[in-house]
């Protein structure tokens, strides 16, 4: 169930950790945008409206800060958290990328100094 319109790019290559994502996500209203590797995230980033991207650091084709610059060379104003792996800190990493997306603008000048 999609509520509040906004798509997330999901880059996880694990198909447990990425139903759990996908889950938690739908689960608070985002539609999501599953990719398995780097490759496959930057082709759905150049074609879909993406609002933000959760991105595995460990992926088989390359780093994530790889891929993490190489998106932003494409979208640089698309927020981009790397994580690694799911476990007891995913809700609230959730948690935090949901309040910086739907706060917008005035929210993320608050964090000017952190790279998301």
Do not use: H, W
Request: charged letters at 20%.
């Amino acid at each position: 169930m999609v509520m509040n319109g906004m798509k997330i790019l999901c880059v996880e290559n694990q198909p447990e950790d990425m139903a759990v994502l996908t889950c938690m996500l739908e689960g608070i209203g985002y539609e999501v945008m599953p990719a398995i590797n780097g490759k496959q995230a930057r082709d759905l980033l150049s074609k879909q409206a993406i609002d933000g991207v959760l991105l595995e650091y460990d992926l088989p084709d390359e780093t994530g800060a790889t891929v993490r610059a190489q998106m932003k060379a494409m979208r640089p104003d698309i927020p981009i958290l790397l994580f690694i792996g799911v476990g007891s800190q995913t809700p609230f990493m959730l948690r935090f990328f949901d309040a910086y997306l739907r706060r917008g603008p005035q929210f993320q000048n608050n964090f000017t100094d952190v790279d998301l």
